[in-house]
Nanobody
Framework: QVQLVESGGGLVQAGGSLRVSCAAS????????MGWYRQAPTKARELVAL???????TYADSVNGRFTISRDNVKNTVYLQMTSLKPEDTAVYYC?????????WGQGTQVTVSS
């Protein structure tokens, strides 16, 4: 059974930084594509960042250069380091995992950026 548990969300001022974590169980983060999505109120869910098993990363244009996805293979955890945060980054952030064509989701963690 795959479980993805996000943590680290919260309230931060514009220009600040925050790191959200995703602790995975039932799946090995280094062997699968892991990612982060977000959904703001009244908006569709959107891709933020992906990391493949080979370590290749992909970012949404809106966060490229500000956000960094990484993983700790020992802790089996994926991170999203967010810097230079903007009010428009306010959203629920979801951790995702892809394995054998099945897409798994965490429960999400709220990130709120105040202006």
């Amino acid at each position: 059974q795959v479980q993805l548990v996000e943590s680290g969300g919260g309230l931060v001022q514009a220009g600040g930084s925050l790191r959200v974590s995703c602790a995975a169980s039932g799946i090995i983060v280094s062997l699968n594509t892991m990612g982060w999505y977000r959904q703001a109120p009244t908006k569709a869910r959107e891709l933020v960042a992906l990391m493949t098993s080979s370590g290749r990363t992909t970012y949404a244009d809106s966060v490229n250069g500000r956000f960094t996805i990484s993983r700790d293979n020992v802790k089996n955890t994926v991170y999203l380091q967010m810097t230079s945060l903007k009010p428009e980054d306010t959203a629920v952030y979801y951790c995702t995992a892809d394995r054998t064509s099945v897409h798994y989701w965490g429960q999400g963690t709220q990130v709120t950026v105040s202006s």
